[in-house]
């Protein structure tokens, strides 16, 4: 997959098909959206925000996905092209026209956007991108049940067996084991269960006001180096 850091540079040969949201969790509620970009190939592009708007306009949210947790699901969703886009401020304030005109349509050369029933962006939260000339918009219906809302909440309430289920895979923290058993994700706006002993694909994973550790199961409390690693809930 190829990913750029804002749209200077990704112009999309023959016409882009994008789809444009912050994809928080990449879950079975974008599952749809990613699908038909997919069937694009090297013409379909997923723009996303780094970092997360709520983290710029609101207080923050704990996230389902930091940046490299949603590069790796985009990417095993079959997505080739990504654009990540700095969100700021100032940025917030174009109109979903300015934005569709300006970035997608002129840096990008999107020929269509692909986009749920009920998607709205930029500062006006309309649709007038729709009567942007050389845009086609293609709307398509997505899973009802599924949000990053929802799932933050079972995650919340440490229900990761229902979380798994709305998300369509086990929860996971990419992150890194240090050598004294210390387990820290590859980022502070991570959303984590309460504090517990959880059940993980690489031991058991303790989270606790002081922090999180990782318990190898059947071995010492600590890895042999410190090492990168996924730890996935089971």
């Known amino acids: 997959m190829k990913i750029f850091e804002g749209f200077e540079g990704a112009a999309i040969p023959g016409g882009a098909v994008v789809t444009v949201g912050s994809f928080d969790g990449v879950h079975r509620g974008h599952r749809a959206l990613l699908q038909r970009v997919a069937l694009?190939?090297?013409?379909?592009?997923?723009?996303?925000?780094?970092?997360?708007?709520?983290?710029?306009?609101d207080d923050?949210?704990?996230?389902?996905?930091?940046?490299?947790?949603?590069?790796?699901?985009?990417?095993?969703?079959?997505?080739?092209?990504?654009?990540?886009?700095?969100?700021?401020k100032e940025f917030s304030m174009l109109s979903s026209r300015e934005?569709?005109?300006?970035?997608?349509?002129?840096?990008?050369?999107?020929?269509?956007?692909?986009?749920?029933?009920?998607?709205?962006?930029g500062h006006d939260k309309a649709r007038d991108f729709e009567a942007l000339d050389g845009l086609e918009t293609e709307f398509v219906a997505q899973h009802g049940e599924a949000s990053s809302t929802a799932i933050r909440k079972l995650i919340a309430a440490g229900k990761m067996r229902e979380a798994a289920e709305l998300a369509g895979y086990d929860y996971f923290i990419m992150g890194r084991a240090g050598a004294d058993g210390v387990f820290?994700?590859?980022?502070?706006?991570?959303?984590?269960?309460?504090?517990g002993k959880y059940a993980t694909d690489a031991g058991v994973l303790t989270i606790s006001p002081e922090g999180l550790s990782l318990h190898p199961e059947g071995l010492s409390p600590t890895p042999a180096r410190s090492e990168e690693l996924c730890v996935t809930f089971v």
């Open 184 to 195: 820290t994700p590859a980022g502070p706006e991570k959303l984590l269960p309460p504090a």
């Open 60 to 88: 923050g949210v704990g996230l389902l996905t930091t940046l490299p947790e949603k590069i790796a699901l985009l990417e095993r969703a079959g997505i080739e092209n990504l654009v990540v886009a700095p969100f700021t």
């Open 40 to 57: 694009h190939g090297p013409r379909g592009v997923v723009v996303t925000f780094a970092p997360h708007p709520r983290e710029v306009l």
């Open 99 to 121: 934005f569709a005109e300006r970035f997608l349509v002129g840096k990008l050369g999107a020929k269509r956007l692909v986009a749920g029933y009920n998607h709205r962006f």
